[in-house]
C-alpha cells in the first residue's frame, strides 16, 4: 500500500478548549519499534479528549498536539518487534487519531473482533476496558450489590450500566436529564436520578432502604466526588476515573478513618496500560458471548469535530461520538 507523506488531522493549539481544534496537514508518523501504523477508519471521541484541551491531563501532549487517541483501522506499516502484519485489523491506542493515520505500540492494539464494523471497534477501548475495569478488576462487584453509576449515558456510563447487569447487580443511575436516563434504563438501569432535580445521596438512600450503594463508579469531581461518602455502605468501595467537572476534591485521613472508612481506588486505563493486561481475557469472553456489542455510534467528518467537542464538554451528547475520516 502507498502511504502518503502527508494527511489531515486536529491539531488543538492551545489551552482554550474545543475552540483552539484546527484542521492542518501535518506528516505521516513513522512507526518505531515495537509500534503499529495504522490507517485509520474511525477513531473514538472521548471526554477526555475535551478535558485535554484545556490542559487538565497531568503528563499529557502540551499544546499544540493532534489530537485523538483511540482508533481502529488497518495496519499499514510495523516497525520491528511486531507480530502484526500489514493488512490486519486491529483496535489502538495511542496519540494523534483524529487524522488520517495514527502509530499506536503493539502492545496497545488488539484484533479488530470478529464481525464488528470498524466504528464499533473504535468504542471498545476508552468505554468497556474502564467499565470492566471500574467494575471487575477493581470494584470486584458481585451479584445482589447495588452499584450508583454516575453519568450513566455516557460512553463508559452505559457500558458500566450493562456490564454491571451482567455480573448481577442492582444499578442506580445519575444523569442530568430525562432524555440521558431514558438512555441508561433502556441499557438496564433499575433506578434513575435526575442530579439536576434530587439529590442523589437522598435517592440512594431511599432506593436501598437507607442502607446505601455498595459500590460507587465516580467520574464527576468537586463536590459530587466528596458527597459518594455519603452514598455508599461502611467499606463500601468507590472507583474514581475521571472529573469531568475539572473540579478537584479531596478526603483526608481522618475522615477516611472515622467518618468513611471505604475503600477508594483510582483507575487511568491511559496512564497505567498494565491494567489493560489482565482485562484481554475478560473482554474476548464477553465479546464472544455478545455481552459486549456495541450500537453503532454517531458519526462526524475532521471539520465537525470542534464542535462535537464543545458539545460534549457541554454535556449536550449521549451515547458515543466517532471520527469516521
Not at 179 to 200: I, P, S
Not at 221 to 233: M, P
Request: charged share 20%; with cysteine; aromatic share 8%.
Amino acid at each position: 500500500m502507498d502511504i502518503p507523506t502527508t494527511m489531515k488531522a486536529l491539531e488543538i493549539t492551545s489551552w482554550d478548549g474545543p475552540g483552539a481544534a484546527h484542521v492542518v496537514d501535518a506528516p505521516v508518523p513513522t512507526p518505531g519499534s515495537g509500534q503499529l501504523l495504522l490507517k485509520v477508519a474511525a477513531a473514538a471521541i472521548n471526554f477526555a479528549d475535551t478535558m485535554q484541551t484545556r490542559g487538565r491531563y497531568p503528563g499529557g501532549p502540551e499544546a499544540p498536539y493532534l489530537a485523538g487517541y483511540e482508533a481502529s483501522g488497518e495496519v499499514v506499516a510495523a516497525g520491528p518487534d511486531t507480530s502484526f502484519r500489514p493488512g490486519d485489523k486491529v483496535i489502538g491506542f495511542g496519540r494523534g487519531a483524529f487524522a488520517g493515520y495514527m502509530v499506536c505500540a503493539e502492545a496497545m492494539a488488539r484484533p479488530l473482533p470478529e464481525g464488528w464494523t470498524p466504528t464499533k471497534g473504535a468504542a471498545l477501548w476508552t468505554s468497556w476496558y474502564t467499565a470492566a475495569g471500574a467494575l471487575h478488576h477493581l470494584g470486584q462487584v458481585q451479584p445482589g450489590e447495588t452499584v450508583l453509576i454516575h453519568a450513566a449515558a455516557g460512553g463508559v456510563g452505559q457500558a458500566a450500566v450493562r456490564l454491571a447487569k451482567h455480573f448481577g447487580a442492582r444499578v442506580i443511575a445519575t444523569a442530568s436529564s430525562a432524555e440521558k436516563l431514558e438512555v441508561a434504563k433502556r441499557r438496564g438501569a433499575d433506578v434513575l436520578v435526575n442530579y439536576t432535580e434530587e439529590d442523589f445521596v437522598e435517592a440512594v438512600k431511599e432506593a436501598t432502604d437507607g442502607r446505601g450503594a455498595d459500590l460507587i463508579l465516580e467520574m464527576v469531581g468537586g463536590d459530587t466526588f466528596r458527597r459518594n461518602f455519603e452514598a455508599v455502605i461502611p467499606q463500601g468501595r468507590i472507583v474514581v476515573y475521571g472529573l469531568s467537572s475539572g473540579e478537584r476534591a479531596s478526603i483526608d485521613n481522618h475522615e477516611l478513618v472515622f467518618e468513611y472508612p471505604v475503600k477508594l481506588m483510582g483507575l487511568n486505563m491511559g496512564k497505567r496500560p498494565e491494567y489493560f493486561a489482565p482485562l484481554f481475557g475478560l473482554i474476548e469472553k464477553l465479546i464472544a458471548e455478545g455481552v459486549i456489542d456495541p450500537e453503532e455510534p454517531e458519526r462526524h467528518s475532521l471539520t465537525e469535530l470542534p464542535a462535537v467537542l464543545a458539545a460534549l464538554e457541554d454535556r449536550k451528547t449521549a451515547g458515543k461520538q466517532v471520527f469516521v475520516p
